[in-house]
């Protein structure tokens, strides 16, 4: 189980980390940090990165059930991606970049369910 801990201590978590929460973070354009995480996330996409589907996604289903040690990991991951599309989507609203009338935490919520969906889809649909 260390081990794979470690693998979402230090690899997974590190990635989203830097590709998805340290760019929101540093943002007060959201929509179009978003525009440019998505594309970048296209880019680094092969073939293998299709059939083997997102880690992350992959550990939550697979282990999450089985073994608290995941549950908390992978939960926190989330949380903090979550957080960090909901404060961008605030800061964007502080900036003017964001209508005021969006409720950031649905919105980061929405998005964050579609990204999953959007790394699990062509996975499944394959098999």
Known sequence: MELGYAVID???YETIKNNWIEPLAKTNDPITTLQQLLIHSGELMCEESVRLG???NNLAQEMSPIN?????????????????????FETGKSAG?????VESKQTALLLFQCL???????KQIRA
Not at 97 to 101: D, E, K, P
């Open 10 to 12: 230090e690899i997974i």
């Open 54 to 56: 997102c880690p992350l």
């Open 68 to 88: 608290e040690g995941f549950r908390g990991r992978i939960t926190s991951v989330y949380k903090e991606w979550i957080n960090a599309l909901d404060e961008a």
């Open 97 to 101: 970049n964001v209508n005021s009338s």
């Open 116 to 122: 999953k969906v959007a790394w699990v889809l062509p």
